[in-house]
């Protein structure tokens, strides 16, 4: 029987990486830009939360770290951009809204990792 502190998706190892961001899109250019921000992050992995924040589940904190970086190596020119990382066990204590009733949150997608 193996045990859940060392199992190799516990709570505590892995991570969800959240992107926060608010990016111009008064002109055709900024909208381009916002537009293939957006893309990039979908074309990593990471899920639509809302308009402006996008999640992605990581297995570690090291493969969350190379998500991170992806994100960083594709910063548009103006803007703001956060990112969180936060473990499995935080983002299960969220507390989700749909007007004022409390709303279930979605189970992740399972994604196949190659190394």
């Known amino acids: 029987m193996e045990n859940n502190r060392f ?6 190892r892995s991570m969800w990486v959240l992107v926060f961001f608010d990016l111009p899109t008064e002109t055709k250019t900024d909208r381009r830009r916002a537009t293939k921000f957006r893309k990039n992050l979908l074309d990593d992995g990471f899920s639509m939360f809302q308009f ?7 297995a570690s904190r090291e493969n969350a770290e190379v998500h991170t970086k992806r994100v960083k ?8 951009v956060g990112v969180m990382q936060i473990t499995d066990k935080q983002f299960g204590m969220m507390q989700l809204f749909h007007g004022q009733k409390p709303a279930a949150l979605e ?3 399972q994604q196949l ?3």
């Open 7 to 12: 199992s190799r998706l516990n709570q505590y």
């Open 73 to 80: 190596r594709g910063l548009p020119e103006y803007g703001k």
């Open 107 to 109: 189970a992740p997608s």
């Open 113 to 115: 990792e190659l190394f």
């Open 52 to 58: 402006s924040i996008y999640m992605r589940f990581c």
